[in-house]
Structure formats: C-alpha cells, structure tokens
C-alpha cells in the first residue's frame, strides 16, 4: 500500500512566488462508493496546458490518500513513471491535453481533523476550502484552477438514502446489491474549495422562491429528523437573503436547487459549497425553547452570508488564498447590511463594531497581526481570522462610504460583470470601483497591505472672534511584526457639530462658498495630518467624530465627562451616543482602575450616574439601544486600554461599578422590568427582541443589588419562560450566585434539555463562563461529563473556549492554572483536530500585555507547547508567531 502523509516540515508559501497554473482542468468527473470506513474515489480530469502557464510537469496535490490506480489517456501507469511525495503527485511528462484517471481510498471515520470526506454522527459530508479537497483525491487544489464537476454517488440505500452534491440533480437509480446511486451536474466552473458531498438520512424540509426573472427554485433543507421543528427560521432566513440579494445587488441565483444541511460536527459556522451549503447545525437549527434571539439573529445572518457568497466568492472567486478577503470582507459587508436592513441598522453597527474592536484590534496589536490581503503564511486555515473577516468588511464599507451607495452599486455591477466566471484579486475588485467611479484609489489600497489598527488623534480649536473652528486630524499607524513603518491611510471622517442645546450648527470649510445641506459630512484625511477650518460658527460646537464608525481606527480625542456625557444624550448619529457613553464609562473605570490600585477610595461620578438614569426612563430611545447603553464595556476590552492589563482590578472595578447603578437606579430598573415582562407568544422581530434585551440588562442590575427577592424574581422569570433567551439570561445570573439554588438551576436546566446539542453546549458555556471561584474545577469536570467530546468542535468551544477567552480573572490566575490547562488541552487536541486547536491558542493572544509573573506563566505555557512532538502546521505556526521577539 502506497499512503501518502501528511507534509513534514512547515513552509512558508509567499504571495510573491504565485504563478499562473501549468495546467487547466476543463471538466471532472467524480465516482464516489461511499463507505464509511473506505471510500473508493475514482476521478476523470480532462486536462490541458495553460496557455499562461510555464509549461513544465504536471504536478497535483493529494494527502493522507491511499493511491489504487493512475491512469494516462487510458494506460496505466507504472510506479516510474510518476513520482510521489507526503503531499504531492507528479507526471513528468504529459501532452498538450490529455486525460487522467485516478483512483485512490479514504478512510472517512477516522478523520478527526473535518476536513476533507468524515463522518459527523450518521452523516458522511465533506469539508473542502481551503486545502481539503487534496484529501479526497490527488488535484491541482487551488481556486484559480476552475472546472465543471460531474458526481456521481454510491452507497448503501437504506443507510444513506439521501445522497447530495452540488448543482442540479442529472439521474439517479437502484443496483442489485442494495446500494443506489445518484448523479450531480454544477454546469458553473468552481474551484476544488467549492465541491461538497452529504449522504445522509435526513429529514427534508421544502420551500420555493420565485427568482425576479421569474424562475422556480427549490429551497431544501436537511436536517436529523429529531430537529424537524428547527428549520422554518433558516428557511425564512434563505428567502429574505434571495430577495435582498435580488432588490440590493442585482443578483440572482443561477441552479435549479438550493440545499443547506445541518451536521454537528464542523469546524466552522458554515459553508458556501454551490448549491449545497454545509452548516453547522448551532447555525441552522432554532426554535423559540431552545435558540436565543442571538442565535436566531446569528443564524439569519449567516444563512445571508453563505447565501451572499453565490455570487461574491463562487461566481467571482479567488486567485489564490492571499485574495481570501475578496469574498470573506465583501460578504461580510453584505451580511452586516442584509441583517441592518432585516432588524435595526443601528444596533447591527453598535454590535458590528463592539465586536471588531474587542477581537480585531486585539489581533491588530498582536503578534499574529496581519495585513487584509496578508503575504505570507504556513497555514491557510490561520487567516481565517477577524481580520480577514471583519477589518475586510470595514474597508469595503470605506469604499462605498467614499463612493456613495450608487457609485458603490455602480462599482460591483462592473466587478460581478467583468469578473463572473474567473478567478481574481483584491485589486482587480478595487479597480472596478475605481473604473465605475472615475476614481485613483492607489493610496486608499494600503488598507490591503498595511496590518496594524489607525490612531486618529483629533484636536479641536475654536476661536470665538473669527467664529470659527479649527479641527486638526493627525494619524499614526504601530509597527506590526515584518512593518516597522507605516505610510499614511485614506481615512473617511464622518463628522458632525452640535450647538450647546444639541441642534446641528452649518458644516462650511473656509474653501466653500457654502454649508453642506447634511448634518453629518465625510472629511478625507490623506496625509499625516490635515486641518480643517469650519466657518460662520456663532458659539464653539461640540464636534462629534468618527459617527457611524466610518473607519476601523482607534479615536484619540481628550473630552472631559461633561462632554461625552452630553454627547451621549444629544448626538444626532445613534452609533456616537453609544459611543460616547462607552468612552464615558471607559474613562471613569479606568481612572477607577488607577484607585482601587493605589488603595484609594473609588469614585464613581455622578454625572454618569445621572446619564444613565435618562437613558433608562427615556421611553422615546429603541429599547435595544437603551440596553446597550447600559451594557459595561467587558473586563478584556477594558484589559486592551491599559499598558499593563490588571485583571483583579479590572473584575473588581467593574462588579462595583455595577453595583452602584444597580443600587442607584434600583427603581427604574424595576419599572422598566415589569413594564417589558408581559406575556407574548414568542416572534423573532427587532422589537420583541430589544424587549427582550432591555428586560434582561434591567434583571441583570436587579440581581446586581444583591437582594433575596430578585432571586426570587430571576427564579420565576426561568420558571415561566417560554423562551431561550429569558431562560437563558436567567440561569447565567443564577449561576454567578453561590447557593442551593444555583446548583438546583442548573441540575433542572440540564435533567430538562439534554437531548439537545446546541442547548447543551450554552449549559456548558454558562458554567465555563461562570463567577465563582471553582470555575476552573468545574470546567475540567465537565471534560469528563457524557455531554461532552473533545471530538466535536462545538464542545470544545463552549467549554474551553469560553473559559479562556471569556473568564479573564480565572484564566488569569496568578497559579498558571489556567494557562497550564490550556496547554494541555490544546496539546491534546492537535492530535485530534489541528484547526480548533490553532485557533484555541488565539487565548494567549495578548499575553505579552500582563504583569511580568503571568508573562513568564504564559511564555511558559507556549514554550511547552512549542516544544511538544509532531505539532500541527496549524499550531506550529501560531505558537512561534506568539513566542517570537
Ligand atoms: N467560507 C466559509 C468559512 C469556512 C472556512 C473554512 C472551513 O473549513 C475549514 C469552513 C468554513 C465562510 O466564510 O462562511
Ligand atoms: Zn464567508
């Protein structure tokens, strides 16, 4: 037997070496005898010389494959004349164009890793992108090789008699020896990434939508059949995002068939496989008992993503994996707006960004801080990362900031047009905005290629006799790792001013021979620094900067409390009273942090006592946004503002400061609960939800205070709810509590939803994520818990996942317990599955930002992983990134 293994040492693979494909493919065929334990895959590939190739040997990739058989135009080839490596198949010599025949096995139920063929409970699925398809047979796996695959499936009838693959279905019939089989055509070329498989017995739920030119597609969703009752959300979802896409972009589907299918195990939220999404079933599955609103907001907008990527990844794809966020930014863009325009744009922003800069400005500042279209990398799998992801969005969102929605529109009309079918760039993507727009937008692409979080520091000066106000933006960009220096971005500055009763006062530069008819305008900063002088200003404007969150940069503006106190209360851009009510209370816990530090008594000032008192009876203010106006920012963001993170501080800081508006505002709060506690059937819609928010942050502070009867409250509101989300929300404040009954909800929690995966996994991440102090001896219980596997990613990352990313004065102990333990756990893993556990290690990911004793503690951790046998590319990578100087 001939196995090949996996690759032995790590290389680096650079965005400069990439060179055009030596050859194409134009059609595949694929032969699938489904088994779980050995799968015969026979593949066809009609092949030619790339014209813009170099010529030379033809060369495919294939790991962990056992070879049977290769065959060229028919004859087969001896072991001489093609040569192997772990992860490589080569011909020396083939002609112009030519057929190859390929048969090899693969052992689908020992595949931990998810990648490639495995089996998720009784379904057989595949996971391809990035480098998976190279487990299934030998191929040229790159994306800018694109080809129409035929597939035909065979298996067991009565095991899996719901056999799927991409496209439309061609044919299908019975064999005498029980098996059936059935035949898929995807006449659109695609890259290897984009195949998939599922053979399953499944239970199928059908929807049609009705395409605008007026073509029927069925809408298919599969699921095990006990979650029958779970699927009318994603559904919904699939039609709302069919039509956006349609009424937004101008896109329409293009396959007579469109499948979604729910696995639990996947090592990812989901899929954009053509015609046939694979998604993990948290990010399908929900019914009002047991989804959040947050997991049915999540999943509507996944389901858009997965959705949007038809077109922005499939039609239009890659070159190769530096363009990763050519579809990853651009379709998270469009799922950001998708969900804004489904529910409310402005608390889809606040969210957005809340969760760019707690995550992304945290690997900005890192050692795995990359640029959007990064140059280099080991392992693939790596960048799929919050920068890819979320910075990419932000600077497509800068685009069409900088070209107004139509010029915008304008822009990816030409790029889906001048680009359907082919394999490109993030330039070729910039020049078709350029091209629609009459635009140079040279400087603009530094975004793509300098890695590292903007400082705008802005400085204002008004001078009451020439009544007029000078606004001076400077910017500066840290060094990254490999980018000492930094050349100055384009920066949109959405920006308003605001007279002292709160109207918007008249926005007219000196250069202008009158005022914008807008209350807010976009300044483009160029150069390092630029001032801007705003003319015809009779009293000194309260300026507001940055509204809307118009660049992903970190704002250095010194306001005093009173300032951001009245900014909170007055600002015309929802997204800027937000913010500046964060700024606020960031300001005063940090300066409270420096106290509690010194030993000094806290203070807490007033005036954001009495701001917060408004915001909470403000009845004209969207519950959803009074809820997050309310919301503490959390202990890691806080850690990410100081030079040296003081986690005790910051955790005792915080719970006081809590305590104090629970005490303060115990009235309110109370009336606020029982107003938005009424008794309705449960519906997902932004005002029920932000109902339900604002209800939960008020019971929040309730138990904040301390007192025995809102237990009792918190107790009753579990008892009676009809829903996830208020049951939820209940146990998670249960559970901060010591006492009989926090340990009785969470038994009864549990002895009530066992049977169900994705309630289960919140059970384990409200514990993970819990107060008190046995956490972490709770945690290493529940390893040993029959509800949880360390085989299955989900688990894994409601369990130690959340623990170490979402317990800081835990995972933080002074011991290195908590360290040591994600060593361990992550060692172990990357035997299992080198992917989650990569992506575990994102936990020590600021570990150079504690004091001295936990940087040795965690340095010490890495050193032992670093230093452990066999690692993974995947951690190998990450680790010594972490550990170099
Ligand atoms: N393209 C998918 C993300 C994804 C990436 C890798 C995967 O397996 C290793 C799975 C999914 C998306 O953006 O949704
Ligand atoms: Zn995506």
Redesign the pocket.
């Known amino acids: 037997m001939n196995i090949a293994e996996a690759p032995a040492q790590p290389q680096i693979t650079r965005l400069d070496d990439y060179r055009a494909p030596d050859y194409l493919i134009d059609t595949v065929s694929l032969e699938f005898e489904l088994d779980a334990s050995e799968t015969r895959v026979t593949s066809k590939l009609k092949m030619r010389r790339n014209p813009e190739g170099q010529g030379g040997p033809c060369i495919l990739n294939g790991e962990y494959l056992t070879l049977v058989s290769i065959a060229l135009d028919g004859k087969t080839l001896t072991g001489n004349e093609y040569q192997r490596t772990t992860d490589t198949l080569l011909l020396p010599q083939v002609p112009a164009s030519f057929e190859l025949e390929i048969v090899t096995l693969i052992h689908p139920d020992q595949n931990t890793a998810l990648?490639g063929l495995y089996h998720s409970g009784a379904i057989l699925c595949t996971?391809c992108?990035?480098e998976g398809f190279r487990r299934i047979t030998y191929y040229p796996d790159r994306p800018d090789v694109m080809a129409v695959f035929t597939v035909t499936l065979i298996a067991d009838a009565k095991k899996w008699p719901m056999l799927l693959a991409n496209g439309n279905r061609q044919a299908s019939g019975e064999m005498e020896d029980g098996r059936h089989w059935v035949r898929w055509h995807d006449p659109h070329p695609k890259p290897s990434y984009l195949f998939a498989l599922v053979a399953g017995d499944l239970y199928c739920q059908q929807d049609q939508f009705t395409t605008m030119s007026g073509r029927q597609v069925l809408l298919e969703i599969y699921v095990d059949p006990e979650n029958h009752n779970k699927c009318d959300h994603a559904l919904n979802s699939l039609k709302q995002a069919m039509r956006w896409d349609e009424d937004v972009y101008g896109r329409e589907y293009d396959l007579d068939v469109f499948m979604i299918v729910a696995v639990n195990d996947f090592?990812?939220?989901?899929?954009?496989n053509k015609g046939l999404n694979i998604f993990n079933a948290a990010c399908v599955l929900a019914s009002p008992e047991t989804a959040t609103d947050a997991d049915f907001y999540t999943i509507q907008s996944i389901v858009g993503?997965?959705y949007f990527h038809n077109w922005s990844g499939n039609r239009v794809t890659c070159r190769d994996w530096f363009q990763l966020s050519l579809k990853?930014g651009f379709t998270v863009l469009r799922d950001q707006q998708f969900s804004a325009d489904m529910n409310s744009a402005a608390v889809q922003r606040i969210d957005d960004v809340d969760q760019l800069r707690s995550m992304q400005f945290a690997e900005d500042a890192g050692p795995m801080a990359h640029p959007v279209r990064p140059d280099s990398y080991i392992e693939i799998?790596n960048f799929?990362t919050v920068t890819i992801y979320e910075k990419g969005a932000e600077v497509v969102g800068m685009l069409k900031t900088l070209t107004g929605p139509e010029g915008f529109r304008k822009g990816t009309d030409l790029y889906f047009s001048r680009h359907d079918g082919q394999a490109v760039t993030t330039d070729d993507f910039v020049k078709a905005i350029e091209d629609a727009n009459q635009l140079d937008l040279t400087q603009f692409k530094r975004w793509y290629t300098q890695a590292g979080t903007p400082v705008l520091i802005v400085e204002a000066h008004y001078d009451a006799d020439k009544q007029v106000l000078e606004l001076t933006l400077r910017q500066s960009c840290p060094a990254t790792p490999g980018q000492p220096e930094k050349q100055p971005f384009v920066i949109p500055v959405a920006m308003g001013l605001l007279s002292s009763s709160g109207a918007s006062l008249p926005l007219q530069l000196d250069t202008e021979t009158s005022a914008v008819d807008a209350e807010t305008r976009v300044l483009t900063l160029t150069e390092q620094s630029q001032t801007f002088r705003f003319i015809h200003l009779t009293e000194e404007p309260v300026v507001s900067v940055l509204r809307g969150f118009s660049a992903p940069v970190k704002v250095k503006f010194e306001r005093d409390n009173e300032t951001l106190a009245f900014l909170m209360a007055h600002d015309r851009d929802s997204f800027n009273r937000w913010d500046a009510g964060q700024q606020l209370l960031i300001q005063i816990m940090l300066r409270m942090v420096e106290q509690y530090q010194s030993d000094k008594t806290l203070d807490l000032p007033e005036i954001l006592l009495d701001r917060l008192q408004h915001v909470l009876d403000d009845q004209s203010i969207d519950p959803a946004l009074v809820a997050r106006m309310l919301s503490l920012p959390s202990e890691n963001y806080l850690a990410a503002q100081m030079t040296i993170a003081d986690v005790d501080a910051i955790h005792a800081v915080r719970k006081y400061v809590k305590q104090q508006i629970a005490q303060r505002l115990k009235a309110g709060f109370n009336t606020r609960y029982q107003a938005l506690n009424q008794a309705q059937v449960y519906e997902f819609n932004a005002s029920q939800m932000a109902q339900r928010s604002l209800k939960n942050v008020c019971l929040g502070y309730l138990m904040a205070t301390g007192d025995p009867m809102q237990t009792q409250r918190c107790l009753k509101q579990m008892k009676q709810a009809d829903n996830m989300t208020d049951l939820l929300a209940g146990l998670r404040l249960m559970v901060d509590q010591p006492g009989p009954e926090r340990e009785h909800a969470l038994r009864a929690f549990y002895e009530q939803w066992q049977h169900d995966r994705q309630v289960v996994d919140k059970w384990l991440t409200v514990q993970a994520v819990s107060d008190l102090p046995d956490a972490l001896f709770r945690v290493k219980a529940l390893l040993k818990h029959p509800a949880f596997s360390m085989k299955n990613p989900n688990n894994v990352r409601a369990l130690i996942g959340q623990f170490c990313r979402n317990n800081p004065v835990h995972f933080h102990a002074k011991d290195g317990s908590g360290y040591r333990f994600l060593a361990e756990q992550i060692l172990l893993l990357d035997k299992l599955n080198p992917?989650v556990a990569a992506r575990q290690l994102g936990a020590f990911n600021s570990w150079r930002r504690y004091d001295a004793e936990r940087q040795a503690l965690m340095k010490k951790s890495l050193s032992d992983i670093a230093g452990a046998q066999d690692l993974s590319a995947d951690v190998y990578e990450i680790v010594n990134k972490y550990l170099a100087d």
């Not at 090592?267 to 954009?272: D, K, R, T």
């Open positions: 990648e996971q992108e990035a090592n990812m939220g989901a899929m954009e993503h997965e990853e799998s799929y992917q």
